[in-house]
């Protein structure tokens, strides 16, 4: 009896502390709108351009957060009209050298920065607030390795 009373007090101590009870909610989408919020809770300079897509502010630069038709993908984007130097030597070590981005120019020469997040299978808020600080990080980086 008291092997049956130390089995079922065991396994209501891992029921209580199991993922389920404490997992955080699982985001499937995303909308212009929810991700607005999210940024402004964060404290980020953040607001809705002609197009629809989210203006951030990141150090006085526009950069944009463009949240797919499906709600599945937010990318970070961002582009420069004006560079300095050898750009594609430049973005070609930063692709090689970095995680989590890419890097191209475009046909008239000017560099783009962008990073996508996928909704698809589920991710959590915390993972959308890392994406954001991986985006913010990646751009002061970018536009120092890169643009200037």
Known sequence: MQQLLRVIC?????????PSATAEPILESTSVEAMLELMKSEGYAVS??????ILWKIEGY??????AKN????????????SNGDIQTRVNDWNRSKSYSRSYW?????PVLELD????????????KDFLMTA???F?????????
């Open 10 to 18: 065991v396994s209501l101590f891992f029921l209580s502390v199991s």
């Open 48 to 53: 809705i351009d002609d197009d629809g897509d």
């Open 62 to 67: 526009n950069t944009y957060i463009i949240v």
């Open 71 to 82: 709600n599945e993908m937010a990318q970070f984007f961002t582009v420069f009209t004006e």
């Open 106 to 110: 475009t046909t008239e020469g000017h």
């Open 117 to 128: 997040l996928d909704f698809a299978g589920g991710i959590t808020e915390r993972r959308v």
């Open 136 to 138: 913010r990080y990646s």
């Open 140 to 148: 002061l980086a970018w536009l120092n390795d890169v643009v200037m």
